[in-house]
């Protein structure tokens, strides 16, 4: 497709199990994102991959969290032994970086439900 | 992360109206602004960008203005309507990593 695209669109899970959240960005973006949206707030960021350099996981809240992107395209964001506050929904954007440098474009998110 | 802010929380308009909604950014480095519209259940949606070297930029019934004494960002929408009821929200990063922090957000409110 011509967009941002995120599987599952919802998930739900029990509390201690793991999760894996998939990412297929903009055919062609160099960089991909991943953000998380709790209820009725802003974009915290996660996680920056840019083309091949090493990740910025600055923004991983704690180690239960990690992701991984296969060259430019799919990425996968891993959450182990789920808790509540982990519910949110995670937002996924890929962006061109460079000369031509684009704004970030989002996929419509993952709605996570940790019960 | 930097610290990106906006002013109110929750606006709301008559139809028909021009919309102004406010963001203090905090890094004087941050060179990219973007404005982003959410609706219920969607992704964020590009609005319109500005860089640094520009103070302002239009685009159709949007406006953004730059102020980087202040480092203010003002997002100006001409004759809301309903459909222009969503949260908005404001960027900043840097045009050559593109890497975004993003505000918690204003919700716009259209009343008809």
């Known amino acids: 497709g011509a967009g941002v695209s995120q599987s599952p669109s919802n998930k739900v899970t029990e509390k201690g199990k793991d999760v894996e959240l998939r990412c297929d960005p903009i055919s062609g973006h160099t960089a991909l994102y991943w953000y998380r949206q709790r209820l009725g707030q802003g974009l915290e960021f996660l996680i920056y991959?840019?083309?091949?350099?090493?990740?910025?996981k600055s923004g991983l809240p704690s180690d239960r969290f990690s992701a991984e992107r296969t060259g430019e395209s799919v990425s996968t964001l891993t959450i182990q032994r789920t808790q509540q506050e982990d519910s949110a929904v995670y937002l996924c954007?890929?962006?061109?970086?460079?000369?031509?440098?684009?704004?970030?474009?989002f996929g419509n998110g993952t709605r996570l439900t940790v019960t | 992360g930097e610290s990106v802010g906006l002013h109110l929380p929750t606006l709301s308009v008559q139809e028909g109206d021009n919309s102004i909604i406010n963001c203090a950014y905090s890094?004087?480095?941050?060179?990219?602004f973007i404005w982003y519209k959410q609706e219920s259940g969607k992704g964020p949606q590009f609005i319109i960008d500005?860089?640094?070297?520009?103070d302002k930029r239009q685009g159709q019934r949007v406006t953004v203005l730059l102020n980087k004494t202040v480092k203010h960002l003002s997002l100006q929408i001409a004759a809301t309507q309903p459909g222009d009821s969503a949260v908005y929200f404001c960027?900043?990063?840097?045009?050559?990593?593109?890497?975004?922090?993003f505000g918690s957000g204003t919700k716009l409110n259209v009343k008809p």
């Open positions: 954007a890929s962006s061109l970086v460079g000369q031509n440098s684009s704004p970030l474009h």
């Open positions: 500005i860089r640094s070297n520009m």
């Open positions: 960027a900043e990063g840097d045009y050559n990593f593109n890497k975004f922090y």
């Open positions: 890094n004087s480095a941050s060179d990219y």
């Open positions: 991959f840019q083309g091949n350099s090493a990740p910025d």
